[in-house]
Each structure stands twice: as structure tokens, then as C-alpha cells.
């Protein structure tokens, strides 16, 4: 099982980006997937979650309403839309995924890394002007 982020780079306040996770090996159209961000000497902090079916989507204090997360089953893949990027986003992104299918969470479940088996490698994204 694989989890490929892609998508990071170098942009400047108030750019955008779109992160993209391409599962392999496994569907995880029926589990929950989420994204998290670790800025360097900082603990991984969680960004933003999504359900199984999408209708559900949690996120971070810090992004909701600059952040969109979106899931594509058909291609196994979750997106991480990011607008009016801000100096404090730059981190290494990563997507994860639940190891547990179509199974129901609290708000609190989704947030936690703990809920996540599998792990991508991470993503570069830096903001700076």
C-alpha cells in the first residue's frame, strides 16, 4: 500500500496550491482520509479529514476557510485545495489514511494521527515572499 502526495512547491502569500494523494495497492473508497502538515521542529498538527463518502470534512483552525479537501474514489485520490497561502503554511504536507472501512467517527477521531495506518511520504510546500 502507497500513498503518493505530489503537488508542493514554492509560492508566494496569497497563491494557491493543490495537493494531490494517489493511493496504490489497496481502494480506500470506503475509508476515511485526511491530511496533516509539520513545520520544522514542530509536532505533526492535523489540516483537514474527509469521510469515506465525502459528505464529511473536518479542519484545522487555522486553514478552515482558506482550505478545501475533496476526494475522487473513482481514481483513489484526495485533494488538498489551498488558497490565500499564508508565511505560516510552509511544511511538509502528508495524506494518511484509515486502515477501517465505512465506519463512523467523532469530530475528535478525525483529527487525531492516531486514527491513521497508513502514511504518504510528505510534500514540501513553502510560502515565502
Known amino acids: 500500500v502507497q500513498l503518493q502526495a505530489s503537488g508542493g512547491g514554492q509560492v508566494q502569500p496569497g497563491d494557491s496550491l493543490r495537493l494531490a494523494c494517489a493511493a496504490s495497492?489497496?481502494?480506500?473508497?470506503?475509508?476515511?482520509m485526511g491530511w496533516f502538515r509539520q513545520a520544522p521542529g514542530k509536532e505533526r498538527d492535523f489540516v483537514a479529514a474527509?469521510?469515506?463518502?465525502?459528505?464529511?470534512?473536518y479542519y484545522g483552525g487555522s486553514v478552515k476557510g482558506r482550505f478545501t479537501i475533496s476526494r475522487d474514489n473513482a481514481k483513489n485520490t484526495v485533494y488538498l485545495q489551498m488558497n490565500s497561502l499564508k508565511l505560516e503554511d510552509t511544511a511538509v504536507y502528508y495524506c494518511?489514511?484509515?486502515?477501517?472501512?465505512?465506519?463512523?467517527?467523532?469530530?475528535?477521531?478525525?483529527?487525531?494521527?492516531?486514527?491513521?495506518?497508513?502514511w504518504g511520504q510528505g510534500t514540501q510546500v513553502t510560502v515565502s515572499s
Open positions: 495497492g489497496r481502494r480506500f473508497s470506503d475509508n476515511v
Open positions: 474527509i469521510s469515506w463518502s465525502g459528505g464529511i470534512t
Open positions: 494518511a489514511a484509515d486502515e477501517r472501512r465505512r465506519t463512523t467517527y467523532t469530530e475528535g477521531d478525525y483529527k487525531r494521527r492516531g486514527l491513521y495506518e497508513y
